[in-house]
């Protein structure tokens, strides 16, 4: 059986490095604007993304082992008009500075080690 389409695309995502140049842009973005909200569609037309890129990355960095971002609260999207989930960056208190492909924001680290 041969993988899918989806497979395919994310396999050489990941093997170029698009993936965390994504994540990476997505993370800037949501830092730079902090602490407003955005749905995934918003950040995508906002970086010039993929829809289906911007989920992919925005999950990532809501996962646990990354948690750079959450998810907040549900309201209406500016582009599609549907009420969703919106997502920010993920600061305030030490457990939300994490290593990430091991990679340490210095600076929030020793902000949030001073109080």
């Known amino acids: 059986m041969e993988p899918s ?3 395919v695309c994310l396999d050489a995502i990941q093997r170029e490095g698009l993936a965390d140049t994504q ?17 995934r569609k918003e950040i995508a037309g906002a970086l010039g993304m993929e829809p289906g890129s911007v989920c ?7 996962d646990f082992t990354c948690n750079q971002a959450v998810e907040s609260i549900r309201r209406k999207c500016a582009i599609s008009g549907r009420t969703v989930k919106t997502v920010r960056a993920n600061r305030g208190n030490w457990q939300e500075v994490m ?6 924001d210095e600076q929030s680290t020793s902000q949030n080690l001073q109080g």
């Open 5 to 7: 389409t989806s497979t």
């Open 23 to 39: 994540r990476n842009a997505i993370r800037a973005f949501l830092d730079s604007h902090y602490p407003k909200e955005f749905t």
């Open 56 to 62: 992919g990355r925005v999950d990532e960095l809501i």
């Open 99 to 104: 290593i990430f492909k091991g990679e340490k």
